[in-house]
T-cell receptor
């Protein structure tokens, strides 16, 4: 079955720097991959979706890449701000709309 | 526009008791999902409704869990009888149909503690 690996260690960076989070999957390449943001005590919030035929997708300060050869997606936040501090989740569809989630990487942006 | 709402936000019950969680999806969303996150683990899929029909319930742990979505609007998830390992945060999500359905909107979750 599909497994997703995200760095369980928290990423601690200085405000203004670029944060880069990694998502690796082990099995088949999915038709698309999603990134969600989760704050404490709240549900995940959808950020970006990237399809298998797209190498890169951008939305404001966010950029996602998808490398089906490496079975990896990178999630970048440029010019990071303390408000970007949260847990970021990678998710893949298993079948139809059913999502498989990684355990998430906690990002802390220091002022 | 109201998002996905869940009730209650917290529930503390004794082992062997029954608990019913409720989810109100975004109006007009045909797809409704239940997920669960137990302590220290990743969010895991429980089941998926399309309108009032169960499309996929492969993630339901056992027959102590019963989900319904009468009339294709709100959904309930009943745990009877609850066991200690059922503790966790239960999330509900909804999405539109078609390609727009890939984006799932999550509720704030119900934190269930079984003592």
């Amino acid at each position: 079955s599909q497994k997703i690996e995200q760095n369980s260690e928290a990423l601690n960076i200085q405000e203004g720097k670029t944060a880069t989070l990694t998502c690796n999957y082990t099995n088949y390449s999915p038709a698309y991959l999603q990134w969600y943001r989760q704050d404490p005590g709240r549900g995940p919030v959808f950020l970006l979706l990237i399809r298998e035929n797209e190498k890169e997708k951008r939305k404001e300060r966010l950029k996602v890449t998808f490398d089906t050869t490496l079975k990896q997606s990178l999630f970048h936040i440029t010019a990071s701000q303390p408000a970007d501090s949260a847990t970021y989740l990678c998710a893949l569809p298993d079948s139809s709309y059913k999502l498989i989630f990684g355990s998430g990487t906690r990002l802390l942006v220091r002022p | 526009e109201a998002g996905v709402t869940q009730f209650p936000s917290h529930s503390v019950i004794e082992k062997g008791q029954t608990v019913t969680l409720r989810c109100d999806p975004i109006s007009g969303h045909d797809n409704l999902y239940w997920y669960r996150r137990v302590m220290g683990k990743e969010i895991k899929f429980l089941l998926h409704f399309v309108k009032e029909s169960k499309q996929d319930e492969s993630g339901m742990p056992n027959n102590r869990f019963l989900a319904e979505r009468t009339g294709g609007t709100y959904s309930t998830l009943k745990v009877q009888p609850a066991e200690l390992e059922d503790s966790g945060v239960y999330f509900c999500a909804s999405s539109a149909s078609g390609l727009a359905g890939h984006e799932q909107f999550f509720g704030p979750g119900t934190r269930l503690t079984v003592l």
